[in-house]
C-alpha cells in the first residue's frame, strides 16, 4: 500500500511528496529532524521529540512554520494515515526555498515533511548474539563548530564513519571526539557497564542528548544501578565488562566485539539483556 505523506499543510500519496530543487535542506542539510518510534500504535516519548525539535530549529534559528500543538496533531494525524502500529517516523524541517546563495533569510517559510513507516535497523538475532563494532577514525564534528544537540539534516561526518564500519564488514563504528574521548556511535548513543556501573560519555564529549538514552538512564537508576555521565577513552571500551548502544531505532543492543577485542564473555550481557527489557516494558506500557 503507498504510503500518505505529510508535505507542509496536508497529505499526499507519497508519489507526489515532492520538494522543490531549491528548498535549503536539500542544497545545504539546512534543517533538522526527528526519529521516532511507534508501540502498539503509541508514538513514544513525542513531547520530548518535539521539545527537541523545537530546540535545535531554534539553535539555527530555523523558525518552524507551525506551533508544538498542531505539529503534535499532524505527526499523529500521518500515523493513523498509514495504519502504523509498530513502526517509526521521520519528522523533518527544513529551512525551506531559496536560492543557490547560501543567505538563509533569503528563505520564506520552512518546510515540514512527516513520514510514517516501517523500520528495522538490525536483525533481530542480533540482540541475542551481539554487535561487533570498530573504532571509527573519522572523528566527530568539534563542539565549537556545530553543537551535538542540534539534531540537523548533515549527517556526512555520521556517515563517513559509517562507511569505515561497512567497509570492515561491521554493521556500526564508535566515534572519539576531537581530544580522543568517547561520543557516540554513528547513529547510537554509547554506554559501559564495569563493575555493576553504568557508564555513558557526557554530552559535552559530542554526543546526542538521545530520547532513548534518557529512559535508558532513568530505568537504569530505578533498577538500582548507579549511572554515571564521564569522558570514556577507547581503553575504557576494551576494558569494559559490557557495551551497549542506544538509539530510537536500534533500542538497546548489545555490543560483544570492538576492534577485534571480546567484550566480556562475547555475548550480550546480563545487565545489558535487563535493561533491554525494561525497555520494552516501557516502551509498551
Not at 493513523?80 to 528563505?107: E, F, H, K, M, S
Not at 568539534?142 to 561497512?166: D, G, R, T, V, W
Not at 575504557?236 to 548489545?254: K, R, S
Request: proline share 4%.
Amino acid at each position: 500500500m503507498a504510503l500518505k505523506i505529510w508535505i507542509n499543510d496536508g497529505l499526499v500519496d507519497e508519489s507526489e511528496a515532492k520538494i522543490s530543487v531549491f528548498d535549503h535542506g536539500l542544497l545545504y542539510g539546512d534543517g533538522v529532524f526527528e526519529g521516532i518510534r511507534v508501540y502498539d500504535g503509541k508514538i513514544f516519548e513525542l513531547q520530548a521529540h518535539i521539545d527537541r525539535l523545537y530546540r535545535s530549529a531554534n539553535a539555527i534559528r530555523l523558525l518552524i512554520a507551525q506551533n508544538p500543538q498542531t505539529l503534535i496533531k499532524n505527526v499523529q494525524t500521518t500515523v493513523a494515515a498509514n495504519d502504523i502500529d509498530d513502526g517509526y517516523i521521520r519528522l523533518v524541517v527544513t529551512r525551506g526555498v531559496g536560492t543557490l546563495g547560501l543567505n538563509p533569510l533569503i528563505c520564506k517559510q520552512s518546510a515540514i515533511i512527516i513520514i510514517a513507516a516501517t523500520i528495522q535497523l538490525y536483525p533481530p538475532e542480533l540482540y541475542e548474539t551481539g554487535l561487533k563494532v570498530i573504532s571509527a577514525n573519522t572523528i566527530r564534528n568539534h563542539p565549537l563548530s556545530i553543537s551535538p544537540q542540534i539534531k540537523s539534516l548533515n549527517y556526512l561526518n555520521n556517515i563517513l564513519a559509517k562507511l569505515e564500519a561497512l567497509d570492515r564488514d561491521m554493521l556500526e563504528a564508535i566515534m572519539y571526539n576531537h581530544q580522543g574521548y568517547v561520543a557516540e556511535a554513528t547513529g547510537d548513543n554509547v554506554f559501559i557497564i564495569r563493575k555493576s556501573k553504568v557508564m555513558t560519555p557526557p554530552i559535552s564529549a559530542g554526543s546526542l542528548e538521545g530520547i532513548t538514552r534518557s529512559v535508558v538512564i532513568k530505568l537504569a537508576r530505578e533498577s538500582g544501578y548507579e549511572v554515571i555521565e564521564q569522558n570514556l577513552t577507547r581503553y575504557d571500551l576494551y576494558a569494559a565488562d559490557e557495551i551497549f548502544l542506544t538509539g530510537t531505532a536500534a533500542e538497546v543492543i548489545g555490543v560483544v566485539e570492538i576492534d577485534g577485542r571480546k567484550i566480556g564473555a562475547g555475548q550480550p550481557g546480563p545487565i545489558t539483556g535487563e535493561l533491554l527489557k525494561k525497555f520494552e516494558q516501557y516502551a509498551r506500557s
